[in-house]
């Protein structure tokens, strides 16, 4: 049992997974992973479906066998530790209660396993945390979704482990309840400290809660930082166009001014600030947030020093209420995406319109070339959409 | 997700019109339905067990040429119980022993066959199902030979000293109970497959990140949720058994004699109706009675 881990309870500790590498049969589905996740944070693992990411969370949990690497828990190396003896909890997918115990035993689960005394007021207190003290006595398919849920986050929550793992646990609730949740998950685990590592595909849902996030996919990491770097600073095509959405316009770099890169990108010359470019000199990406961008009138964009592409035509307008979505077709027929704010300042364009698209250039960045600009972009990858983007 | 999917969602909860189902047509088809199946239970079943019931209350004085009277002779039953008490007795032990044994070697099995057997799975679900393809008496007999006197597995008893010298098997208790126990085995076997099969290995997953190890998990998750499967396995197996006559038949003698015995003997060679109406109604309730209390005890209402 758990015993010996008991001292060390209550707070969290560091996670470090060092190369870790998980394979079925031929199929690698996490490749030589290094991740280090700080006591007290809340950590999300973002990534499509399949990107290996719930399986990363099953090896820290003891459910997978790492096939390489290492994993440490509190400076303690946990890799073959049994599951039931890792300090460890998992809120699962589908919550997992056991349908044939009611709520105050569904909770009460994991302290009479370790022998604690005293259930019965720790779990009234745990149910009181996520406002469920009435339902003790209920089984799990008397409840919502979302009561579910949250039995299923207490069941965890109450052994203290050191880190509390998140399988999608919101993946089942429906819109609002899953904001609700967001909201709630966020202000628990202020309340109580502990570690948090969440699996998650929804980039909305990661940036709301995680104070860190890693993107995934296929089994490596991308990039991990905060949610305004991430945002912000994509160092891959894969992130760009996973959180949230990137205009990709192929450049080559001319040179430098300052700490400003000058790219070309069919005719139009573009100011990419140096420490944002992932790559400095050949072919690149230049990239910028659809809401970063401005449009004008074709031929009025008289700003100095901002980075403008001419003589673009608009194919589709959306009016979305706070914002209007433009997508504009560019003469070397790329298309981009603009959001307008619906501020009432703005100019309203029509179909068939010419603009001109402006925007700072301290809202660019420059990728890699030689990745996929697709990458990431459930437009494509759900195979929708026609082709847009020049290679 | 962007904003103009949180408008649409948020738009679509609130615009949906409350649904209205058609009831007319589908309430007189339920009962046509039904209608088949009622008649078949009216005509082969109700009727003749009120026919039982009031042929157990016939003077028992009374034969088949000469006809009977009804006299609402309840004594037919003291004279059943105190007669034929013995074999009463015998039933219920020997059937509850057949299903204890068969509970013993089903459950292991239906645990293997649904977590353990991979792709052999159906090729054992076939080999459990198989020997109905044979009839009952033809198994029933094929063990008479194999507990014969002089059969391999007598003789490996008496030479490892589980059996005396002059021991024997067939025509003894352990027979009729060991053939009980294999000819209801199935019925054991397949519903607590089905039961098992059902459960989410994900509920043992969770029990295993809750600090149970595999022993604690079978004890706090498996067996619980595998209840529904266990009531219906040992009723579908001690209710058949407690009425048996052809294993005590084949493998036993008249000192294994269970009630199925009695009644078979006494509508078939005595002709005495009334005592054998009397036997089979008292097995009823007592088999009825027997199911309830335990049925409840299990407690499985809100698990089936």
């Known amino acids: ?391 | 997700m962007s904003v103009a999917d949180v408008g649409e969602t948020l738009e679509g909860r609130t615009g949906k019109p409350p649904r209205k189902r058609a009831r007319r047509s589908g309430w007189s088809t339920g009962y046509l339905l039904l209608l088949p199946g009622l008649l078949w239970l009216l005509v082969f079943f109700v009727a003749p067990t009120i026919q039982l019931a009031a042929t157990s209350l016939y003077d028992s004085a009374g034969s088949l040429e000469a006809g009977y009277a009804m006299t609402w002779s309840f004594g037919n039953y003291l004279d059943a119980l105190s007669t034929y008490r013995e074999q009463f007795v015998r039933s219920l032990i020997y059937a509850t022993t057949a299903t204890g044994l068969a509970l013993l070697l089903g459950y292991p099995l239906a645990y293997a066959i649904a977590f353990k057997a991979g792709r052999f799975k159906n090729l054992m679900l076939m080999l459990v199902i198989a020997p109905f393809f044979t009839s009952f008496l033809v198994r029933t007999l094929a063990w008479k030979s194999i507990l014969a006197d002089n059969g391999a597995v007598v003789e490996t008893l008496k030479s490892v000293g589980i059996l005396a010298p002059d021991g024997r098997l067939l025509a003894t208790s352990v027979a009729v109970i060991t053939g009980l126990t294999y000819n209801f085995l199935p019925f054991m076997v397949l519903p607590l497959y089905a039961s098992l099969e059902k459960i989410d290995p994900r509920l043992l997953e969770a029990g295993k990140d809750l600090y149970a190890n595999g022993f604690t998990a079978f004890r706090k998750i498996t067996v619980p949720l595998s209840m529904p499967g266990v009531v219906a396995g040992t009723l579908l197996t001690f209710i058949p058994a407690a009425g048996d006559y052809i294993n005590s038949e084949l493998l036993g003698t008249p000192r294994q004699y269970m009630i199925g015995n009695v009644i078979d003997n006494t509508f078939l060679v005595q002709l005495n109706y009334p005592i054998a109406a009397a036997c089979s109604v008292v097995l009823m309730v007592v088999v009825v009675v027997m199911v309830l209390l335990y049925v409840r005890r299990a407690g499985t209402e809100d698990l089936v």
């Open chain 1, 1 to 391: 049992m758990a015993r010996s881990t008991q001292d060390s309870r209550a707070s969290g500790a560091d996670l470090s997974l060092t190369s870790v590498t998980k394979r079925f049969g031929g199929f690698t589905a996490v490749d030589d992973l290094d991740l280090l996740v700080e006591r007290g944070q809340f950590f999300a693992l973002l990534g499509p479906s399949g990107c290996g990411k719930t399986t990363t969370l099953r090896m820290v949990a003891g459910l997978e066998e790492p096939t390489a690497g290492r994993i440490d828990l509190g400076g303690k190396d946990i890799t073959r530790l049994r599951p039931y003896k890792r300090p460890v909890n998992t809120v699962f997918q589908n919550y997992a209660l056991f349908p044939h115990l009611n709520t105050f035993d569904n909770v009460a689960f994991g302290l009479r396993r370790r022998g604690v005394r005293d259930v019965k007021n720790q779990v009234q207190e745990m149910l009181d945390l996520v406002e469920l003290s009435t339902y003790g006595e209920r089984r799990p398919t008397q409840l919502s979704g979302g009561q579910q849920q949250r039995v299923a986050l207490a069941r965890a929550l109450i052994n203290r482990p050191q880190v509390l793992l998140l399988d999608e646990p919101l993946g089942a609730l429906d819109l609002k309840l899953r904001r609700q949740m967001q909201i709630e998950l966020k202000r628990i685990q202020t309340e109580v400290g502990i570690t948090f590592v969440h699996v998650t595909h929804d980039q909305e849902e990661a940036m709301t809660m995680a104070d860190t996030i890693a993107v995934m996919n296929h089994g490596v990491i991308e990039q991990i930082g905060g949610p305004m770097e991430l945002y912000d600073n994509p160092a891959t095509t894969f992130v760009s166009n996973f959180l949230g959405q990137s205009n990709l316009v192929a450049g080559q770099v001319l040179g430098r001014t300052g700490d400003e890169l000058v790219v070309e990108v069919e005719g139009s010359k573009l100011g990419v600030p140096v420490d944002r470019a992932r790559q400095t000199s050949g072919r690149v990406w230049v990239g910028v947030r659809p809401e970063k961008v401005f449009l004008v009138s074709g031929g009025t964009s008289t700003d100095e020093g901002a980075n403008v592409l001419g003589e673009a035509r608009v194919i589709d307008v959306s009016f979305i209420g706070v914002s209007t979505q433009y997508l504009v077709r560019m003469p070397w027929g790329q298309e981009l995406t603009v959001f307008e704010q619906n501020t009432g300042a703005r100019e309203r364009f029509g179909v068939g319109d010419s603009v001109d698209l402006h925007w700072t250039p301290a809202h660019t960045f420059a990728l890699d070339a030689s990745q996929d600009a697709r990458a990431g972009d459930e437009r494509y990858e759900g195979g929708l959409a026609t082709a847009g983007v020049g290679t």
